[in-house]
């Protein structure tokens, strides 16, 4: 029993610490990158300041999860970069993998169309090849490639913006390109920043004072000092005031203006030593040695050189050296001991030479980057323009295969309209020839019954009322079934229609016909009688006989040949 309740009382710790967990980010689900910007940097800061790397990552795992919950796409990806940053602390030794996994992730925010992270991504990116890799080229190059997108986000949305700006100038600033380093620094501060970010202004102000002390151009670099004093806050006033007083020193000891450049330093060391900013320390004692030297202040100065060297050794930063060893050679030779002056001056002349070769050594690095980054450019641009000329090759292929389609379609339509058309017309032709054919037949039939029913009234007229064939009223009716050359000509027609061909075969056969040789053929294809013939052509039966016997002459018929059978043959 004990046990159950014990299993019970764990699994119910569990369960509540897994809803305390998930409580915690309730307030930044489905928020915009800016309105959860400080809670995220929040989370991310305490994992990586506190070491325990175990409960950082368990916590961003709990992030994620309450993210993939609540369908925050946005916050899925904000969780695996910061799994990045904080997975690049705690195994800084898997360099490759880091660099893998923030490819993959530029990739997939490229994806989704998640512009922030993106940038991000790359900019995180550029940190890691300039400060894991010393690749600076692979650095710059993702720099230059966020940077018109930083242009094209407003820092409402986006309030790293001018920190990213000022670290691009930074980057040109150590490869001593002055220009670009003043003008990146100024796009910063031309960019409005949350409080959490004012100091990215006095960051990016620092760079164009030193960039112009770097030209000479001391009094504009005084004009950006002064700036970062106007600008220093209650948290980073012992900061950035120290930084801005020594630069401001600086300037006045390359003027040689020494009275007003030692309370500046002085107060610039005060500063660092409070914050332990070793390297500023260090610059500031040996520009302040030099000036008690150059003030004859031995003493002081021997003792302001050995208080700078201690802080240079503790910076671990060799550049102020060179004027260290000078001072210490000239100081030796104030107080007569030129042996350690040229042991001093030798240093310092190695120094210089080291710090050239290192220059000199880093240039050639970037070059040699710069022209690697070109071949391995020129080869993806050579396997880019192959795979641009095999696509495009398919695309024209395709097209052409598209084209013959469209053409072998467009020419099949127009063969099967054109034939479906020109079956229309053979139709409507073959009907219309039916019709006039039907038409034809009927109007020969008419004409032929007419002929035989006026015969056939003539006849009754003469019988019922004992009429002679030579009296005028039989001759009169006997001209109304006369076929006259007008009728025929109409006749003829109808009967072209109805035996299409028949007369021309006939003055084939028979060239030598006469017209009421060939009328009389075309009434007997007709079947009249010598009678109906007779009274059709306005003549008497013995001339039809007459007509017919001229026929069976030209044709060679014997006597026991029937005409009927030649009229149809023909």
Known sequence: MKRIFSRCFIALCLLISALSAEA??????????????????????????????????????????????????DLVLEAELMWIMLDREAHKEAKKKHILALKALIARSQKEGNMQIYIRSRRFLAHFYWYETKNYERAFEEYLAIHPLLRKISEKDFPEKAYFLSQIGEAYYFFSDYTNAINFSREALMVD???????VHNLAMNTISLSYMKTD???????????????????????????????LGRTAYLRGKYTEAVPLLEACIERAVIISDHTQAAAALTLLSDIYFRQNNISKAEKTIH????????????????????????????????????IYLDSATITHN???????????????????????????????AEKQIKTLERNILLTLVLLLLMVALYFYKTYYYKSREK????????KKAEQELTFATIQLEEFTRSISEKNLLVEELSVRYGINESEETVLELQKITILTDEQWEYFRSLFEKIHVGYLARLRTKLPGLTPA???????????????????????????????????????NLPEDADLKDVVSTI
């Open 24 to 73: 915690q980010f309730n307030n930044i689900i489905n928020k915009t990158h800016a309105e959860r910007y400080t809670n995220l940097r929040q989370i991310i800061d305490v994992a990586i300041n506190s070491g325990k790397w175990a409960d950082g990552f368990q916590s961003l795992k709990t992030l994620k999860q309450v993210a993939i919950k609540h369908h925050d796409d």
């Open 193 to 199: 920043v949350i409080p959490d970010h004012r100091g």
């Open 217 to 247: 151009m001391l009094n504009s670099a005084d004009v950006y000092s002064k700036k970062i004093l106007q600008n220093v806050g209650i948290g980073d006033y012992a900061v950035w005031k120290g930084i801005a007083q020594g630069n």
């Open 307 to 342: 208080e700078a060297r201690k802080y240079v050794g503790l910076s671990r930063i060799k550049q102020p050296l060179e004027l260290l060893y000078q001072v210490f050679g000239k100081v030796n030779a104030a107080k007569g001991n030129f042996a350690l002056t040229n």
């Open 354 to 384: 080291a710090f050239e070769k290192d220059f000199n050594s880093m240039q050639m690095l970037r070059a040699s980057e710069r022209s690697q980054l070109q071949a391995h450019r020129s080869d993806m641009e050579r396997v880019a």
């Open 423 to 430: 079956q229309r017309i053979i139709n409507d032709q073959l």
């Open 517 to 555: 040789e060939t009328r009389f053929m075309a009434l007997a294809k007709l079947n009249l009688t010598y009678k109906e013939m007779a009274s059709t052509l306005g003549i008497s039966v013995q001339s039809v006989r007459v007509i017919r016997h001229r026929i069976r002459k030209k044709l």
